[in-house]
Structure formats: C-alpha cells, structure tokens
Nanobody, 123 residues
Framework: HVQLAESGGGTVQAGDSLRLSCTAS????????MGWFRQTPGKERDFVAA????????DYADSVKGRFTISRDNAKNTVYLQMNSLKPEDTAVYYC????????????????WGQGTQVTVSS
C-alpha cells in the first residue's frame, strides 16, 4: 500500500514561484510513473504533468509548458513540481498521483493519490 503526502502549497502573487513536493511511502515508488493534477471547485481534475519512473519521459499540459517542471528523486521517494511565473488561473488544489507502468494524462489511470495541497495565486 502506497501513501503519498504533498507539501509546498501556499499563497503567492502572480509571477512568483512555488515548488511542490510529494513523498511516497512504500516500495513501488521506483517502478511507478508519477503525475500531478489540479482541481478547482466545481470542475474536473485536470492533468498538469507526469514523469516515468526513469525520468526519461515527461509530459506537460499545454497550459503549463515552459513554466512548470516535474522531476523526481527515486532515492528520496519524492516527486517535485517546480512552478514558475505563476498566474491566477493556476489557483487550484494540486494532487500528486502514482501508477505502476507507463505514465498517463488521465486521472482514472492512477492508482494512488495524495490528499492535495492548495495553491493560490493572487493578481
């Protein structure tokens, strides 16, 4: 059983940066693809970024390309989301998620989830 714990959220101004972290417990992290998703009230959870276990393949939503960077440190069982040039429309609860095998941009494919961390960007 894998548990994920996000941290690093907060309230910032437009143009600022934040780095989210997601630490996993359990022995399957190193064979899991990891993803970040975000959700605002009343809306579906949207794909943000994903990374394969080896970090060889990375994918981003068009809305964050060039501003966000996903990375992982398998020795620390941690995946990161560096968010630069934040915009008010990035305001959401951010979730990390994991799945065995290849990555996916569909949240229904992910097997385990963190509790989420709030990111608020003011204009």
């Amino acid at each position: 059983h894998v548990q994920l714990a996000e941290s690093g959220g907060g309230t910032v101004q437009a143009g600022d940066s934040l780095r989210l972290s997601c630490t996993a417990s359990g022995r399957t992290f190193n064979s899991s693809a990891m993803g970040w998703f975000r959700q605002t009230p009343g809306k579906e959870r949207d794909f943000v970024a994903a990374i394969t276990w080896s970090s060889r393949t990375i994918d981003y939503a068009d809305s964050v390309k060039g501003r966000f960077t996903i990375s992982r440190d398998n020795a620390k069982n941690t995946v990161y989301l560096q968010m630069n040039s934040l915009k008010p429309e990035d305001t959401a609860v951010y979730y990390c998620a994991g799945k065995l095998g290849y990555y996916s941009d569909y949240d229904g494919d992910y097997e385990y989830w963190g509790q989420g961390t709030q990111v608020t960007v003011s204009s």
